[in-house]
T-cell receptor
Framework: QKEVEQNSGPLSVPEGAIASLNCTYS??????FFWYRQYSGKSPELIMS????GDKEDGRFTAQLNKASQYVSLLIRDSQPSDSATYLC???????????FGRGTSLIVHP | EAGVAQSPRYKIIEKRQSVAFWCNPI?????LYWYQQILGQGPKLLIQ????????DSQLPKDRFSAERLKGVDSTLKIQPAKLEDSAVYLC?????????????FGEGSRLTVL
């Protein structure tokens, strides 16, 4: 059973701070990693994807991947109240094209 | 470009009744997924189609759930008979064919309440 683990939170940070979201996965054959944002009552939307070890930056978002430690993280710089949402980590094994989702971490950015 | 369409958005039924959900993926997207998302949990895959063939239905409760994808386009997910624990949002998602295409495009979901 492929597992993706996330702390459910909530993670509360002040506006302007860095929010750090973490995810671990069980399948060493995993090759594709995604972070989705899900606002309450809405469907998930992709914010970052990462496929190789290291960091990938896109605006205020940085995804970090460490395959040896089976760990992927998302950093949100200069957090805004509009970033308040649930962040879902999704992991895909090579060739399966089936993302397995974690339970999500609830992020609250307070003014 | 039109997104993934799902209907109905909301459905309330009593246990042991049946329900069907419909999904129309983005035009040209060969891969279609149905996920179940229970409140407070992440989406859980029910079934994946590639064109009109089933790729993975290992987590689909086949005694009560069924799904089909007619002509490799629209898809229908049916539950019969429904149980209380089926209360969830049913998300349809699609993705173009190809390696590392990454993003799943989700519909707005169909929220089911079983009383």
């Amino acid at each position: 059973q492929k597992e993706v683990e996330q702390n459910s939170g909530p993670l509360s940070v002040p506006e302007g701070a860095i929010a750090s979201l973490n995810c671990t996965y069980s399948d060493r054959g995993s090759q594709s990693f995604f972070w989705y944002r899900q606002y309450s009552g809405k469907s998930p939307e992709l914010i970052m994807s990462i496929y190789s070890n290291g960091d990938k930056e896109d605006g205020r978002f940085t995804a970090q991947l460490n395959k040896a430690s089976q760990y992927v993280s998302l950093l949100i710089r200069d957090s805004q109240p509009s970033d308040s949402a649930t962040y879902l980590c999704a992991v895909e094994s090579g060739g399966s094209y089936i993302p397995t989702f974690g339970r999500g971490t609830s992020l609250i950015v307070h003014p | 470009e039109a997104g993934v369409a799902q209907s109905p958005r909301y459905k309330i039924i009593e246990k042991r009744q049946s329900v069907a959900f419909w999904c129309n993926p983005i035009s040209g997207h060969a891969t279609l997924y149905w996920y179940q998302q229970i409140l407070g949990q992440g989406p859980k895959l029910l079934i994946q189609f590639q064109n009109n063939g089933v790729v993975d239905d290992s987590q689909l409760p086949k005694d009560r759930f069924s799904a089909e994808r007619l002509k490799g386009v629209d898809s229908t997910l049916k539950i019969q008979p429904a149980k209380l624990e089926d209360s969830a949002v049913y998300l349809c998602a699609s993705r173009p064919s190809g390696r590392n295409t990454g993003e799943l495009f989700f519909g707005e979901g169909s929220r089911l309440t079983v009383l």
